[in-house]
């Protein structure tokens, strides 16, 4: 779900398609992965409505408002290599606690002048301990815990 500023007809029919993936979500008791860029409230509230166990918020870079929604509903944030310079996606992981978040690298997107891979884990890996003052070893452990209790693995 992205925002459609100037298209009703789009935001209509993404809203559409979003809820029926929240649909299928809550009837087979499957995790959403969402992305939400400039939607983030619409999106919260409709993952919320569908009442979806559990979520995880893409690169959560929106309001602190959302992101207490997030979290006081016991849904996740996703930490990307963008927390090593965005100013909004790092203020969303240092207000979330290390037991919300998940880390991913959202190949095969750019981050500034290089192409990301999945080895770009580590640069979210350590931009989060940085972020968190906490050691490599303590993010990687409890991202993960937080990952195999997500998808039930």
């Known amino acids: ?34 992305h939400s860029r400039g939607a983030w409230e619409r999106a919260y509230e409709l993952v919320k409505g ?16 959302v992101l207490k929604d997030i979290l006081d509903s016991g849904y996740y944030i996703s930490a990307t290599p963008a927390a090593e310079y965005s100013k909004a996606h790092r203020e969303a992981v240092m207000k979330t606690p290390l037991e919300r978040i998940v880390l991913e690298t959202d190949c095969p997107v750019r981050y500034k002048d290089e192409e990301s891979e999945p080895i770009f884990v580590l640069k979210t890996l ?3 301990a940085e972020i968190k003052e906490v050691e490599d070893v303590e993010v990687a452990k409890q991202t993960t815990k937080n990952a195999l209790h997500i998808f039930e693995l």
Do not use: M, T
């Not at 925002?3 to 029926?20: S, W």
């Not at 995880?56 to 870079?61: D, P």
């Open 50 to 65: 569908y009442d979806v166990e559990k979520a995880v918020f893409h690169w959560f870079s929106g309001p602190e408002s």
């Open 126 to 128: 350590r931009a989060v």
């Open 1 to 34: 779900l992205k925002e459609a500023r100037r298209n009703e007809e789009v935001r209509r029919r993404q809203e559409n398609v979003f809820c029926r993936f929240l649909e299928l979500a809550k009837n087979h008791s499957k995790p959403v992965l969402i």
